[in-house]
Every structure is written in structure tokens, then in C-alpha cells.
């Protein structure tokens, strides 16, 4: 990671699938993610949603904690990895 924090689609990904394997596995089984690939996690947490909301309404609840689970981990390595590193706040040299 730069010393900004930035990541490509490819190490989000990957730091997702290093930290939250059960969640990425399960994606990959309920074909969120083809295999072998760097998904746009934008468009992920859009289908995502959009899988939720039509969960929802045909009362899938068994699936839908998983797929919370799953929404919920992809926001916590997105804000784990926009985190700013604090040193550069102070000494920007």
C-alpha cells in the first residue's frame, strides 16, 4: 500500500479475500465474482444492493445474512484501505 492508502481494484480485492475468505468464497459460489478475476468492487456493492432489496422481498432470509455479511465485510475493506496514513498528515516529506 502507498503511503496514501491507495489501492487498485486487484489489491482491494485481494485484501478482501486475505481478510474475509468466507465471504469472498461465498460470493464466488452464489456467482457475485467469477473465479480468477478482480471484480469493480463499485459495481459488486451495487448488485450487491440491488440482490438485497429483491432478497428482501421474496423473504430469502437464510441467504440474506449471508449476503449482509458479505456487504458488510466489502465496506470494511473499503475503509480499512482508505485510511490515510497519519504520518503524512504530520511530515508530508
Known sequence: M???GGRSMADLWKDYKDSFA???D???SEKFV????SPNIENLLDTIEVAK???CR???AAELIKLQAAL???YRIVVKVAVLNEECGINPN
Open 53 to 55: 432489496l429483491e432478497w
Open 2 to 4: 502507498g503511503p496514501l
Open 72 to 74: 458488510d465485510d466489502l
Open 58 to 60: 421474496a423473504r430469502r
Open 22 to 24: 468466507d465471504s469472498a
Open 26 to 28: 461465498w460470493l464466488l
Open 34 to 37: 467469477a473465479e480468477d478475476t
